[in-house]
């Protein structure tokens, strides 16, 4: 069965250095989605990207995040210099969409730690 | 108020019980709404989809939806350990032709055999 795979699964960076999280969403799926959950607490939408651009994003998706699909697979959020606050496990889903409805998949995680 | 409200639990039941798993929400403009199970560590995996008010069954799993009351339950026949997880129930509404999902915190529940 397909699915949303990302990596690293765990990345551990000092303050105010760049990460970059990695996602490869479901091949057909056209819709794509960044969310985060800080230890102990729900689960919270960061930004959505449609047809190479961001359709939508959260209060928390400040200018220190970006997001991008540089080779046509590959779905990346960039956070330019980590603060503390910012560990959490961060999921990227993909979206399909049918007469039925529409389903989102998430992928494992990648939890960030940032020290 | 907030958009979604679950209890956070814990709950624990024994095997072979009936779990009743619940969340209200607030905003009239969600229109899909959907429960997803979410191990220790692990992204969260969905369990049932729904659109309109009414029941849902799959398996041992069954959703309702009540949009007049807006209040949204998972019920799970015969517990085993293996459903120990945390649930999360999910809402969305369309937002400019896109969906985004609004999380509860989510129910851990505990199945002991």
């Known amino acids: 069965e397909p699915e949303v795979t990302q990596t690293p699964s765990h990345q551990v960076t000092q303050m105010g250095q760049e990460v970059i999280l990695r996602c490869v969403p479901i091949?057909?799926?056209?819709?794509f989605y960044w969310y985060r959950q800080i230890l102990g607490q729900k689960v919270e939408f960061l930004v959505s990207?449609?047809?190479?651009?961001?359709?939508?994003k959260s209060e928390i998706f400040d200018d220190q995040f970006s997001v991008e699909r540089p080779d046509g697979s590959n779905f990346t959020l960039k956070i330019r210099s980590t603060k503390l606050e910012d560990s959490a496990m961060y999921f990227c889903?993909?979206?399909?969409?049918?007469?039925?409805?529409?389903?989102?998949?998430f992928g494992q995680g990648t939890r960030l730690t940032v020290v | 108020q907030k958009e979604v409200e679950q209890d956070p639990g814990p709950l624990s039941v024994p095997e072979g019980a009936i779990v009743s798993l619940n969340c209200t929400y607030s905003?009239?403009?969600?229109?899909?709404f959907m429960w997803y199970r979410q191990y220790s560590r692990k992204g969260p995996e969905l369990l049932m989809y729904?659109?309109?008010?009414g029941n849902k069954e799959d398996g041992r799993f069954t959703a309702q939806v009540d949009k007049s009351s807006k209040y949204i339950s998972l019920f799970i026949r015969d517990s085993q350990p293996s459903d120990s997880a945390t649930y999360l129930c999910?809402?969305?509404?369309?937002?400019?032709?896109?969906?985004?999902?609004?999380f509860g915190i989510g129910t851990k529940l505990q199945v002991i055999p």
């Open positions: 999910a809402m969305s509404a369309r937002s400019g032709g896109y969906q985004k999902v609004t």
């Open positions: 091949s057909n799926h056209l819709y």
């Open positions: 889903a993909s979206e399909r969409r049918g007469s039925w409805g529409t389903e989102a998949f």
């Open positions: 905003n009239s403009a969600f229109q899909y």
């Open positions: 729904t659109y309109s008010s």
């Open positions: 990207f449609y047809n190479n651009e961001i359709s939508e």
